[in-house]
């Protein structure tokens, strides 16, 4: 079965530190990979996205992810982050033949002053 | 950015009722839009999908007559809880696909269910 993992439930990271969110996906052939924001009580925001290219992509507020399709990983990282930045994450992708997206578990990132 | 629009944004019902949640894409077209569910602390579970002009496919465990789904327009998809009960409550929200070989879905604000 087609799966997205992200492994860590809750990152607790202090403002202006450097942070990773990781995401993991079973493999297959041919995949579109995003990212999605979630603040509390709203629904999801697109972050990133991969569909071809460059395997680096990065999004307008400094967060950044590569795909790495002999890992089938799509890690999300960001240099420093803000108090701004707390929210949850969600990795998702969409196999081929399969329009819809499947998330992985999410990832409830903490900045701390 | 595409935006998508969900309404109402909240709402509490009786148990027995029947709740509609509209989904609407308000600049572009969608020919497909999902709805998913969302239950707290946890990620979203994937529904049903919803094809402009043709019935909806709904994923397995998801009662098609409980959780009708109408997508009458290319702009326009209805999901309505029929005789919600407690169970039923959760966040709801829809997505719809852009065309195109971009194609990305857009998220709606979601709906919360409260079935008292």
């Known amino acids: 079965a087609q799966s997205v993992t992200q492994l860590d439930s809750q990152v607790p990271v202090f403002e202006e530190a450097p942070v990773e969110l990781r995401c993991n996906y079973s493999s297959s052939v041919s995949v579109y990979l995003f990212w999605y924001v979630q603040y509390p009580n709203q629904g999801l925001q697109l972050l990133l996205k991969?569909?071809?290219?460059?395997?680096l992509v990065e999004s307008i507020n400094g967060f950044e992810a590569e795909f790495n399709k002999s890992q089938t990983s799509f890690h999300l990282r960001k240099p420093s982050v803000h108090i701004s930045d707390t929210a949850e994450y969600f990795c998702a992708v969409s196999y081929t033949g399969r329009r819809a997206l499947t998330f992985g578990s999410g990832t409830r990132l903490q900045v701390q002053p | 950015g595409a935006v998508v629009s969900q309404h109402p944004s909240r709402v509490i019902c009786k148990s027995g009722t029947s709740v509609k949640i509209e989904c609407r894409s308000l600049?572009?077209?969608?020919?497909?839009m999902f709805w998913y569910r969302q239950f707290p602390k946890q990620s979203l579970m994937l529904m049903a999908t919803?094809?402009?002009?043709?019935?909806?496919?709904?994923e397995q465990g998801v009662e098609k007559d409980k959780f009708l789904i109408n997508h009458a327009s290319l702009t326009l998809s209805t999901l309505t809880v029929t005789s919600a009960h407690p169970e039923d409550s959760s966040f709801y929200i829809c997505?719809?696909?852009?065309?195109?070989?971009?194609?990305?879905?857009?998220f709606g604000p979601g709906t919360r269910l409260l079935v008292l």
């Open positions: 997505s719809a696909r852009s065309s195109g070989p971009q194609e990305t879905q857009y």
């Open positions: 600049d572009f077209q969608a020919t497909t």
């Open positions: 919803s094809n402009e002009g043709s019935k909806a496919t709904y």
């Open positions: 991969y569909l071809s290219g460059s395997t």
